[in-house]
């Protein structure tokens, strides 16, 4: 059974940074593609950013240039280092996997970020 497990959310003024973390289980991590999501409240949940087992990098617009996605197959943990936070990127961040069935529908339980003005 996958597990996946993020950490790092937390409340941070505009301008500042975090680095949110996910440690995964019950996969064969270093094939997997990995990614962080986000949901704010009264909205979908929208890719922020994805990262391939070949170590390709897909981000969403609105984060390219301040956020970046990485991953330690040695430690199954994929990172986003989020910097330049505005308060628009206030949401619950989700960590995902598309692993086995290449469908993006295995979710950790969600951190939250709040990023205040």
């Known amino acids: 059974q996958v597990r996946l497990v993020e950490s790092g959310g937390a409340l941070v003024q505009a301008g500042g940074s975090l680095r949110l973390s996910c440690v995964a289980s019950g996969l064969i991590f270093r094939l997997s593609a990995m990614g962080w999501y986000r949901q704010a409240p009264g909205k979908q949940r929208d890719v922020v950013a994805r990262i391939g087992s070949g170590g390709g990098l897909e981000y969403a617009a609105s984060v390219k240039g301040r956020f970046t996605i990485s991953r330690d197959n040695a430690k199954n943990t994929v990172y986003l280092q989020m910097n330049s936070l505005k308060p628009e990127d206030t949401a619950v961040y989700y960590c995902?996997?598309?692993?086995?069935?290449?469908?993006?529908?295995?979710w950790g339980q969600g951190t939250q970020v709040t990023v205040s003005s």
């Open positions: 995902a996997t598309n692993y086995p069935a290449g469908n993006w529908n295995t």
